[in-house]
């Protein structure tokens, strides 16, 4: 009967040579395999240098990818800007705030401006080139630095900083960018959309895309991929719930299909609603009368996160056709600060949420059962946080 690990294969030879190179060959190879499970990433990296035979073994992605699923709990990806870290632009930690792997910085001018689907987007703040890269693998992915040829003479009338979008196609496994950049034509403002294929090489294009006929969205969380679609807030919308307290639920968000490049469904938002102590609320506190709208991925599905009035609520997307949401959590603040954003990341096994609250400077973990907050890891410094689902063990290559 064939054996049903993973490695039986390949690995059992790899594993049986690598034994008797070390000499511990008196050992099974279940007992082996299962020991090296067991050790941390920092110390199998350096049992790579015992012979080629380990070395291997333990850059074996399937071994790599057994090992990572041992680790305990969720980690954070943390990266500075260009005045911060010093030597370090990227900090992988556990939620403890124990920094497990930290990526060196190559370029002293190099500021981390957002990271998704484990891949870190960085730019040059002396050059203004962007790249995209892999902390584990250490690939870089250079975007390109020429506009697409029908925007070529719409370079130097841009307004502000371009918004870059990562997705992964769903099908092929390919990296795609969405940009889009403000634009002053004739005293008028537009914005502009373009679509790169990442690679390694310095083959990249920027292909010119259609607008979807009304503006998105450029605050903060209001954009993000799930399953290789793009969900984009629609600007009036976002507008009309965050200042007017109006809600235009009809096409709340736009969508485009990384994989055929082509604008999809518009999808119907929740049924937000504005409490009558909303306002008092706003003035007790001296604030503006200014709110949050934006998105969230929890357990690979839409959210639309909505607040503070005074609940912080986590609306979750059940029917696209219908445009059926269901409110899945609320959460209630003591003290509002100046209301930054509230940006969820993950949903724990226990129910338990890691959201970062700019307002404390920390990620922190809210129990829905308590509705109380704990701080988890100190944020200060850095420029973007996002989850880690990468494995540690390529990490150390």
Not at 55 to 62: A, F, G, K, N, T
Not at 138 to 150: I, K, M, N, R, S
Not at 185 to 207: D, I, K, M, P, Y
């Given at each position: 009967?064939?054996?049903s ?24 190879l ?6 090296l ?25 399937q ?23 010093g ?34 987007c ?23 630095t ?56 310095s ?97 690979g ?17 059940m029917?696209?056709?219908k ?32 959201v ?32 880690y ?9």
């Amino acid at each position: 009967m064939a054996s049903s690990k993973p490695w039986a294969v390949p690995e059992t030879r790899i594993v049986q040579a690598a034994a008797a190179a070390s000499g511990i060959g008196v050992l099974p190879l279940d007992a082996v395999y299962e020991i090296l499970l067991r050790l941390p990433a920092k110390l199998l990296c350096r049992l790579r240098i015992v012979c080629r035979l380990w070395r291997s073994l333990l850059s074996d992605m399937q071994f790599a990818a057994a090992h990572a699923a041992r680790q305990p709990g969720p980690l954070v990806m943390a990266g500075y800007d260009q005045n911060a870290g010093g030597g370090t632009l990227v900090n992988i930690m556990d939620l403890s705030g124990q920094i497990v792997k930290q990526v060196r910085r190559i370029d002293g001018s190099d500021k981390v401006m957002s990271m998704d689907l484990d891949l870190v987007c960085v730019k040059n703040i002396d050059s203004g080139i962007y790249r995209f890269l892999n902390p584990a693998t250490g690939a870089v992915y250079h975007l390109p630095t020429f506009f697409a040829d029908e925007h070529m003479g719409l370079s130097f009338n841009l307004i502000g900083e371009p918004k870059y979008i990562l997705g992964q196609v769903h099908n092929t496994g390919e990296y795609k960018v969405l940009r889009i950049f403000f634009h002053l034509s004739c005293a008028l403002h537009c914005q502009l959309f373009e679509v790169c294929t990442l690679n390694s090489g310095s083959h990249s294009r920027w292909r010119r895309k259609e607008s979807p006929g009304e503006f998105v969205a450029f605050c903060k969380f209001t954009r993000l991929v799930i399953d290789g679609i793009v969900y984009l807030l629609c600007s009036d919308s976002h507008r009309s719930v965050t200042f007017h307290d109006q809600v235009f639920e009809k096409d709340m968000i736009i969508t485009f299909n990384l994989e055929t490049e082509a604008w999809g469904t518009r999808i119907r938002g929740p049924p937000i609603s504005f409490p009558n102590d909303a306002a008092q609320m706003f003035h007790n506190f001296g604030l503006p009368k200014t709110k949050q709208l934006s998105l969230a991925n929890l357990h690979g599905s839409l959210a639309v996160v909505h607040g503070p009035a005074p609940y912080m609520d986590f609306w979750i997307l059940m029917d696209i056709d219908k445009g059926q949401w269901v409110k899945q959590y609320s959460m209630q603040f003591e003290q509002y600060g100046h209301l930054k954003y509230v940006h969820p990341l993950l949903v724990l096994g226990d129910g338990r949420i890691v959201v970062h609250q700019e307002d404390t400077g920390f990620l922190q973990i809210y129990d829905p059962r308590t509705n109380t907050f704990t701080n988890s890891v100190e944020l200060n410094h850095y420029s973007a946080v996002n989850m880690y689902t990468g494995n540690l063990l390529s990490l150390d290559k």
